[in-house]
């Protein structure tokens, strides 16, 4: 039975952890996924993003309208899209494998395992041990249980295979409301697919602020066929596609589309581990248990990532792989994670950004809140674009002075954030972020200056 000082199970995040340092240890990594190197960058926020921006050149000659520019209608040569972005990514993945499997210190098991002991893992025919491991093992996309689904399985697709197929659809019924269905209903329509989105709930995004999200589902449905309070009761084989009978609002009705996505979320693969028969704890939601060092309830196991992050964000996990790393090589001098503020993107048609608390989440913790709703129209950028869509709104703790929220819709939302997050992590007041600094006139970023000022937290109104 082979021994290994260390096993990472994971080629995402967890990988990235074994550098030189760990070069006189015995290692052992376990992932069964294909290609190699995990979802961000071969069925996730690389590749998806390499798709979007596509999309937003697209969507040109209809922002163009608003200021009096007329444009040709652009097309896309899905094809070479596609072929681009995995023509990069695939020989990344492929590269990264090769190196894996040639390092004299490391054994590249590329099989399905199962704990079935304490530090015991079953990989194939194989059962190998070690004195410590790291579960970085990701997660994957979620299946609803609708009827008829699997009978039409060769023309239902999720996040992992939508990217790869061999010609556009001329029409895609998404399924779900989140920020997938978001990204891939933008990315859909701009290249010229006729796309349906149905989704339970009343609002896309339900998770975001209510007002981004009400913004962001009325801009939604002016490019997608939006069904709302709409729930998939079956599915079915049809000359063109395939049949979707739904029950909404006005009763039952039907959808037929050329193409379905499935965008219901994605599960963490704890559960397909085996985790439990290593002393491994779960939670109700199905994430490994952590503490603030990344360490599971079994002693010499840690784990990252979506495996045990209900954020499932890439760059959260980065952060735990080098807490869970530096922790490995200074067992006696450990580090924590810590409460910074964790902020995330949605890359749809407006943009999407917002770190920490929603204003009703503010409210229901008994937080005395400032409120501000910034529109992007109202300084002189946002006259330029005619921008009657995007707004930045803040949410302030009036006790502290100091942010608890920031929530943007609109251009470059993304970046718009960051002085915002680095306001909440540093704990800068509002005052002094909005009087502290320069802010570049006539640059939009003073939609967020402007924002801040209308919290009247300022010193004039102090």
Known sequence: MPHFDLCVI?????????????????????????????????????????????????????????????????SVDFAGVRDRVFGRIDP?????????????????????????????????????????FVIAAGSRAVRPDIEGLDAVA???????????????????????????????????????????????????????????????????????DLRLNTRVTRADAAADGVRLSLDGPDGPSEVTAELVLIATGRHPNG??????????????????????????TAEGVWALGDVCSHG???????????????????????????????????????????????????????????VAVQEFGSVAYGWATADDTSCCKLVADRATGRLVGAHLIGMQASLLIQPLIQAMTLGTDVVTMARGQYWIHPALTEVVENALLALNLTEESA
């Open 10 to 74: 994971g080629s995402g995040s967890g990988n990235s952890l074994i550098d030189e340092r760990f070069a006189d240890l015995s290692v052992a990594l376990v992932d069964d996924g294909v290609p190699f190197g995990g979802t961000c960058l071969n069925k996730g926020c690389i590749p998806t993003k390499m798709f979007v921006y596509p999309a937003d050149l697209l969507r040109t000659p209809g922002e163009a309208a608003r200021v009096n520019v007329s444009m040709d209608a652009p």
């Open 154 to 224: 060769d023309r239902v697709h999720t996040s992992d295979t939508i990217m790869r197929l061999d010609a556009l659809p001329t029409s895609l019924a998404i399924i779900g409301g989140g920020f997938i269905a978001a990204e891939f209903a933008h990315v859909f329509s701009a290249y010229g697919v006729h796309v349906t989105v149905i989704h339970r709930g009343q609002r896309m995004l339900a998770r975001e602020d209510a007002e981004i999200a009400r913004r962001y589902t009325r801009a939604a449905a002016s490019y997608v």
């Open 312 to 370: 499932q964000l890439k760059h959260v996990a980065n952060h735990e792989a080098r807490i869970v790393q530096h922790n490995l090589l200074h067992p006696d001098a450990p580090r924590s994670n810590d409460d910074r503020p964790v902020p995330h993107a949605v890359f749809t048609h407006p943009q999407i950004a917002s770190v920490g608390l929603t204003e009703d989440a503010a409210r229901a913790a008994g937080l005395d809140v400032a």
């Open 271 to 296: 559960d397909r581990l085996g985790v439990q028969a290593a002393g491994i704890e779960l939670d109700a939601d199905g994430y490994v248990v952590v503490d603030a060092q990344q360490r599971t």
């Open 92 to 132: 990344i993945a492929e590269g990264g494998e090769r190196w894996r499997a040639s390092a004299s210190n490391l054994t590249l098991y590329r099989q399905t395992a199962r704990f079935v002991a304490p530090k015991t893992l079953q990989i194939g025919d194989e059962t190998i041990t070690a004195d410590r």
